[in-house]
């Protein structure tokens, strides 16, 4: 069964840092592109980063240079989204997915969320 599940959202300060997690089962994403996006409240589901087999990335202009996705090396199913400087516009819902490509319509599976609020 394909599942995944984030973690590590939560309160925090604007300026702050936080790092979400995505464990990925069911089968090996290793191959797949494995991506974060978010969604604020009122407003469609955006990208935020995606990470490729091949070590390539991509960002979101909001966030570059400030977001940093990565996968651990010896668990290939597992996903990360460091977040440094937070600001209050970075609030959301966060999901991890996985697909073949950094878009919403070519992922294949979905998390669940994690919130995250960045308050002033």
């Known amino acids: 069964q394909v599942q995944l599940v984030e973690s590590g959202g939560g309160l925090v300060q604007a300026g702050t840092s936080l790092t979400l997690s995505c464990a990925a089962s069911?089968?090996?994403?290793?191959?797949?592109?494995m991506g974060w996006f978010r969604q604020a409240p009122g407003l469609e589901r955006q990208f935020v980063a995606a990470s490729w087999s091949d070590g390539s990335t991509r960002y979101a202009d909001s966030v570059k240079g400030r977001f940093t996705i990565s996968r651990d090396n010896t668990n290939k199913n597992t996903m990360f989204l460091q977040m440094n400087s937070l600001k209050p516009e970075d609030t959301a819902v966060y999901y991890c997915?996985?697909?073949?490509?950094?878009?919403?319509?070519?992922?294949?599976?979905w998390g669940q969320g994690t919130q995250v609020t960045v308050s002033s």
């Open positions: 997915a996985v697909g073949y490509d950094a878009t919403i319509r070519s992922m294949i599976a």
């Open positions: 069911g089968r090996t994403w290793s191959n797949y592109v």
